[in-house]
């Protein structure tokens, strides 16, 4: 069964960084397009960044362009979300999807909590 697990979350000041790690199971990465998405409180569900199975097309919500990488590791089966010159409107929860363009496949994570704040 397809699992996606991510960490990395906590609190951080404005300007930090943080890594946000998404760990699969049940599927591998490499197949599927992996996406962020992130929840601030009291808000939709939006899209941040994604990258299709090759690899080569990474996409970002303008939001986060400049300031934010999402990178894949195919041996140990992540993706992970380097955030860097956080702000506080960057507070939200974190999610990580796995979907496919082919096939109706799509799996959440439970998702991380990130907290920018002095």
């Known amino acids: 069964q397809a699992h996606l697990v991510e960490s990395g979350g906590g609190l951080v000041q404005p300007g930090g960084s943080l890594r946000l790690c998404c760990s699969a199971?049940?599927?591998?990465?490499?197949?599927?397009?992996m996406s962020w998405f992130c929840q601030p409180p009291g808000q939709e569900r939006e899209f941040i960044a994604g990258?299709?199975?090759?690899?080569?097309?990474?996409k970002y919500d303008d939001s986060v362009k400049g300031r934010f990488t999402i990178s894949r590791d195919n041996t140990k089966n992540t993706v992970d979300l380097q955030m860097r010159s956080l702000k506080p409107e960057d507070t939200a929860m974190y999610f990580c999807?796995?979907?496919?363009?082919?096939?109706?496949?799509?799996?959440w994570g439970q998702g991380t909590l990130v907290t920018v704040s002095s």
């Open positions: 990258m299709d199975m090759t690899g080569t097309i990474r």
């Open positions: 199971s049940g599927f591998t990465v490499s197949r599927y397009t």
């Open positions: 999807k796995g979907s496919s363009r082919y096939s109706d496949f799509e799996v």
